[in-house]
């Protein structure tokens, strides 16, 4: 898939793109396909499935319970790739692999990515591995025409935000904020400061995640950024009210893309 193009011919139709996460395995794989499906019907424009990983560092606490839990359950990198292979034979929106380097060590970046190719996948998100570092997995991802999506934080330099531009494709995951995942984040000049300090550097699409939960965020971020990222709100909404809280979240979203 070309990636930029999708992006390009999307945001031609919305103000700004939506984009969910969900953990493969939690609460199940079973919950996986109905959240999918949820997703599906709203029209979200990509979603990043996490592997489990036990030490998942850039996430919070809600997430890494739901990791450990996915694990003691015994979830399988086999498992992993069979979700994402059905899900991509079934729903059209791009999907991005989420994870920890350590899952894709074990197994090589070159048959990591050849894996994440066969099963459908468009790129990978991988948040505990520099730029600088992402030489072989950036390489293994090219030769399959797979993005490496970068990150760009809050704390990084200038010459750091050009570096990560430097090695960017598809779009750039900006962290709105310093800290983990969950915990809600208030869309204010800080923020809009930060995304022109990023914007300075790469003309590709800002994705904004961490902490995002609502319709007003999204709203509140366009013009500034082209994708909003929602993860811990959904999973929160999943374990509160079940699938019909979740597509209720899910169509607020949606409704605040245009």
Excluded: K
Excluded at 110 to 125: E, M, P, T
Excluded at 218 to 245: C, K, M, P, T, Y
Aim: proline share 4%; glycine share 10%.
């Amino acid at each position: 898939m070309d990636l930029a193009a999708y992006l390009h011919e999307r945001l031609g139709r919305r103000r700004i793109l939506l984009m969910t996460h969900l953990i493969v395995g939690y609460p199940s794989l079973e919950a996986n396909r109905r959240m999918l499906a949820a997703m599906a019907d709203a029209d979200v424009d990509l979603v990043e499935l996490q592997m489990p990983f036990s030490e998942p560092i850039a996430d919070g606490p809600a997430f890494a319970r739901a990791c450990q839990q996915a694990l003691a359950r015994g979830l399988t990198l086999e498992q992993y790739f069979a979700s994402m292979r059905e899900s991509t034979g079934q729903h059209s929106f791009p999907h991005l692999m989420m994870g920890y380097y350590n899952v894709i060590l074990r197994v090589g970046p070159d048959a990591f990515c050849q894996r994440l190719a066969d099963a459908g996948g468009v790129g990978c998100i991988v948040p505990d591995l520099p730029v600088d570092e992402y030489g072989a997995l950036g390489a293994a991802c090219r030769a399959r025409g797979l993005y490496p999506i970068q990150l760009m934080a809050p704390t990084n330099t200038e010459e750091r935000l050009a570096r990560i531009a430097g090695e960017a494709s598809g779009f750039v995951y900006a962290v709105a904020r310093r800290g983990v995942t969950g915990r809600s984040s208030e869309i204010n000049d800080e923020v809009y400061s930060f995304l022109a300090r990023c914007r300075r550097h790469t003309d590709l699409p800002l994705g904004v995640g961490f902490g995002l939960n609502s319709a007003a965020h999204l709203r509140q971020l366009a013009g500034h950024a082209q994708i909003g990222i929602v993860g811990s709100a959904l999973l929160r909404a999943w374990e509160a009210g079940g699938e019909e809280e979740y597509r209720r979240l899910l169509e607020a979203l949606a409704a605040g893309r245009d």
